[in-house]
C-alpha cells in the first residue's frame, strides 16, 4: 500500500490528491489549499472530458454520416450510453441509448439491425462524402411541403396537396440543375 501511494505521489504531487486521509498524503500543513487545488483540478479534468467527448461524438456523426459509417456512430452512442447514465439528469437520454443498443444485439433481426446501423444518412447527390442525417433530410422534405402548401392558401385542396407532395422530388432536381448550371457557368 505505501509502495502505491508513494508512485501516486511521485507522478501526481502529493498537493493533487484526495485528502481523505491527511497522513498518508502528508496534507495536515495545508489541508485547506490542497483540497482547492484537487477540487480545481477535478473541474478541469471534468471540463476537458466533456470537451473531448463532445468533440469525438461532433466528429463522428458529421465525418461519419457524411461517409456512412454507421458502426463509428453505434461505437460513440455506446460510449454516451456510460455518459449519460452517470449523469443524473439525462436518465431519458440513457434509456434510449440503452434502447438503441438492445435493438442493435438482441431485439432486432440481423437483416433489421443492418438496415437500422447502415440506414442513418442518405446521399442526394450520389458523391462520396456527401450524406446528410436521414432526420435532417426528412425535416428539409417537411419544410418544403409546407412551404408549398402555404402557397396555395385558397385552393387548399386535398388533391393540391398530393399534387405538391408527388412535385417535391421533381423539384428537387430543378433546383440541383439549376444550381449546377450557375456554377459551370
Not at 476537458?48 to 467527448?53: A, E, I, K, Q, S
Not at 432526420?135 to 408549398?148: A, F, H, P, T
Request: glycine residues 6%; proline residues 4%; contains cysteine.
Amino acid at each position: 500500500m505505501d509502495s502505491i501511494d508513494a508512485t501516486m505521489r511521485a507522478h501526481m504531487g502529493s498537493s493533487l490528491m484526495i485528502p481523505h486521509c491527511p497522513q498518508v498524503h502528508r496534507l495536515h500543513h495545508y489541508p485547506q489549499k490542497s483540497l482547492m487545488i484537487y477540487v480545481q483540478l477535478s473541474d478541469w479534468c471534468s471540463l476537458m472530458d466533456h470537451g473531448l467527448l463532445y468533440m469525438n461524438f461532433t466528429d463522428a456523426t458529421c465525418t461519419c454520416i457524411a461517409e456512412g459509417d454507421g458502426d463509428r456512430i453505434m461505437c460513440c452512442w455506446k460510449f454516451l450510453l456510460l455518459h449519460f447514465y452517470t449523469d443524473r439528469g439525462s436518465s431519458k437520454y440513457a434509456l434510449e441509448a440503452l434502447y438503441l443498443q438492445l435493438q442493435q444485439q438482441a431485439i432486432l433481426s440481423p437483416r433489421q439491425g443492418y438496415r437500422q446501423r447502415w440506414n442513418r444518412s442518405v446521399n442526394n447527390h450520389g458523391v462520396g462524402g456527401s450524406n446528410v442525417p436521414i432526420d435532417l433530410e426528412v425535416e428539409y422534405d417537411n419544410n418544403s411541403i409546407k412551404e408549398g402548401i402555404r402557397k396555395l392558401c385558397p385552393n387548399l385542396t386535398h388533391a393540391a396537396v398530393t399534387r405538391v407532395a408527388c412535385m417535391l422530388p421533381v423539384a428537387r432536381v430543378t433546383v440541383q440543375c439549376s444550381m449546377y448550371q450557375r456554377s459551370v457557368i
